[in-house]
């Protein structure tokens, strides 16, 4: 039971490059989400999806795209980097609601230059 | 604005002694509360819950406070050990639809031996 995983790891962009973040699951849990981290800023909500198929913005959906094809994977987009997105993302999921305790993977690295 | 506020950046306490961490939030309708830990290079981990209907939890070493009227809880680790060392973020949720957890921006405690 791996919990919530996340690839990559680390990955560096330069500006205006795309890249797609994957966040895996193997609790069977419906709701899953992505969250950014930057000092002093805490954890930000970007987008959120309660169920295979439906996906819904967050605080701070701007210049990212999701989609939550498969119950377990939850897929966060960059179409065109900007340095402003150099941060670090999370990804949670929880079983049921949006209420419930949310579990985190160890997160993705991205530098943008 | 921020809807969960953590106004101390950084917390400094003695192996054994208590730490408490400190929360407040300005959205009345919020109606539960978490706090996770989190370690460097991690994701965070759920640490305790409280419900709007109860003013304290407790488990084990850790005790979450929760005063409605002053729109405040706090966090108690007694006794604190080095391993407690790490950012701990408050959430908060309203049980109102498409609304998901807000995070304050954290805490660092730091627990010397």
């Known amino acids: 039971n791996a919990g919530v995983t996340q690839t990559p790891k680390f990955r560096v962009l330069k500006t205006g490059q795309s890249m797609t973040l994957l966040c895996a699951q193997d609790m069977n849990h419906e709701y899953m989400y992505w969250y950014r981290q930057d000092p002093g800023m805490g954890l930000r909500l970007i987008h959120y999806s309660v169920g295979e198929g439906t996906t819904a913005k967050g605080e701070v959906p701007d210049g990212y795209n999701v989609s939550r094809l498969k119950k377990q994977n939850f897929l966060l987009g960059l179409e065109s980097a900007a340095p402003s997105q150099t941060s670090v993302y999370f990804c949670?999921?929880?079983?049921?609601?949006?209420?419930?305790?949310?579990?985190f993977g160890p997160g993705t690295r991205l530098l943008v230059l | 604005d921020q809807q969960v506020k953590q106004n101390s950046p950084s917390l400094s306490v003695q192996e054994g002694r208590i730490s408490i961490l400190n929360c407040d939030y300005t959205?009345?309708?919020?109606?539960?509360f978490l706090w996770y830990k989190k370690y460097p290079a991690e994701g965070p981990t759920f640490l305790i819950s409280i419900s709007s209907i109860k003013d304290k939890n407790e488990d084990g070493r850790f005790t979450v406070f929760l005063n409605k009227s002053a729109k405040h809880l706090s966090l108690h680790i007694v006794p604190s050990q080095p391993g407690d060392s790490a950012v701990y973020f408050c959430a908060a949720s309203a049980n109102q639809a498409g609304t998901a957890l807000i995070f304050g921006k954290g805490t660092t405690l730091s627990v010397s031996s």
């Open positions: 959205n009345s309708m919020f109606d539960y």
């Open positions: 949670a999921s929880s079983y049921s609601g949006l209420q419930e305790t949310q579990y």
